[in-house]
Every structure is written in C-alpha cells, then in structure tokens.
T-cell receptor
Framework: GAGVSQTPSNKVTEKGKYVELRCDPI?????LYWYRQSLGQGPEFLIY????????DSGLPNDRFFAVRPEGSVSTLKIQRTERGDSAVYLC???FGGGLQETQYFGPGTRLLVL | AQKITQTQPGMFVQEKEAVTLDCTYD???????LFWYKQPSSGEMIFLIY??????QNATEGRYSLNFQKARKSANLVISASQLGDSAMYFC????????????FGAGTRLTVKP
C-alpha cells in the first residue's frame, strides 16, 4: 500500500523559469489537495480537486500557478515565470473523500528553490 | 484573521513525561473538525488525531489525546509518556463545514524530548 508520492523531491530553478511538480495520490482517493509550506510556517492551502475537477482553487496566489488532474489520479502543479518568493515546500495530500472528517494523507513534499 | 493559533513556538519535555501542546481556534461555523499533525525533520505530515465539533468525548489515539474545550475554542494535544521519537513540529488544523475543503493550519510548535 503505497502512500502519496511526489516528484521531484527537490527542484532548483532560476527566476523566470517554468516548473512542474507531480503528485501521485493513494490509489482510490478521490480528493487531492496542494499546499505550500514556507519556512517556519504551517502549510497553506492552494487547491483542492474532487475527481478531475478543481473544486476550490481559491488558495492559488496568482495566475502564474495552475494545477491539473486530467484522469482523476495524478496531479501536476505548474508554476510559470517563477519568482524567488515561490521558494517553499509544496505538499500534496489525498483523502478518500472530501468530507469534513476525512483524514488527509500527505506526501513527502517537493522542496522548490528559485534562485 | 488568524483561524488557528498555536502560542508555543517551542516546547521541551523530559522523556517519559506528559506534555500539552496548545491550540485555539476561531470559527462561527457550528460544524467543524480539528486535526493534529506531526512533522518530523523528514518533512512528511503525519496524521495523529481528529476531533469533531459535535463529538461528546475527547478523542484519544494511543498516547495522544485531545483536550477539547468547545466553549473556550481550544483543542490542546496531550502526549503521554513522551519518547525521543516524538521530537518534531506539531501542527493544529481546522476544517469548517461551509468551507470543508480548506484545511487551515496553525504556525506549529516544535517539541523537543530530552533524554
């Protein structure tokens, strides 16, 4: 029973470049979440998928950030024209459903560094 | 407005003793869920315990228990018989029914268990 996996584990890029971060949720989990965790802070909600559709993208900071989940399993978070302020750990989580009490299971995160 | 407040940036506890990590929250939603997660230095968020706002009893999971005081809007985590492996960051989080896809986290408390 594999947990949530994320690739790459670390990504170093230059300011202005485009990056893609991948998340493989637990098999059978319909809900998928992306969070961003800056140093010394708790995770900050970015976007929530229920199946293939983005049920809530209110946490995306601006239009440089976009995420997809075309087949309802793997999701990709895409960041265009990266800025130094985008440097953070990007966490993905999945849960069986999107209900209030559903436990979210987190992946190990992708540590993004924008130089 | 800050929804989740963890006032202890760092805590120390002697091995085998109990420790309480504080969490207060702010919501006007009568139906909500409270979560505690552990984040070791490896970075992965590990689910510990859940408390629903309508649950009559305080939640317990092994050495973890949640001291839920609804009127005071507090949900403190109690770890009994601390172990060296308990040293980590601990995050309190809340989900609200009207916005049940947005998990809001506190800033966290760093717990250090001393031998």
């Amino acid at each position: 029973g594999a947990g949530v996996s994320q690739t790459p584990s670390n990504k170093v890029t230059e300011k202005g470049k485009y990056v893609e971060l991948r998340c493989d949720p637990i098999s059978g989990h319909t809900a998928l979440y992306w969070y961003r965790q800056s140093l010394g802070q708790g995770p900050e909600f970015l976007i929530y998928f229920q199946g293939t559709g983005a049920a809530d993208d209110s946490g995306l900071p601006n239009d440089r950030f976009f995420a997809v989940r075309p087949e309802g399993s793997v999701s990709t978070l895409k960041i265009q024209r990266t800025e130094r302020g985008d440097s953070a750990v990007y966490l993905c989580a999945s849960s069986f459903g999107g209900g209030l009490q559903e436990t979210q299971y987190f992946g190990p995160g992708t540590r993004l560094l924008v130089l | 407005a800050q929804k989740i407040t963890q006032t202890q940036p760092g805590m120390f506890v002697q091995e085998k003793e109990a420790v309480t990590l504080d969490c207060t929250y702010d919501t006007s939603d009568p139906s909500y869920g409270l979560f505690w997660y552990k984040q070791p230095s490896s970075g992965e968020m590990i689910f510990l315990i859940y408390q629903g706002s309508y649950d009559q009893q305080n939640a317990t999971e092994g050495r973890y228990s949640l001291n839920f005081q609804k009127a005071r809007k507090s949900a403190n985590l109690v770890i009994s018989a601390s172990q060296l492996g308990d040293s980590a960051m601990y995050f309190c989080a809340m989900r609200e029914t009207y916005n049940n896809n947005d998990m809001r986290f506190g800033a966290g408390t760093r717990l250090t268990v001393k031998p």
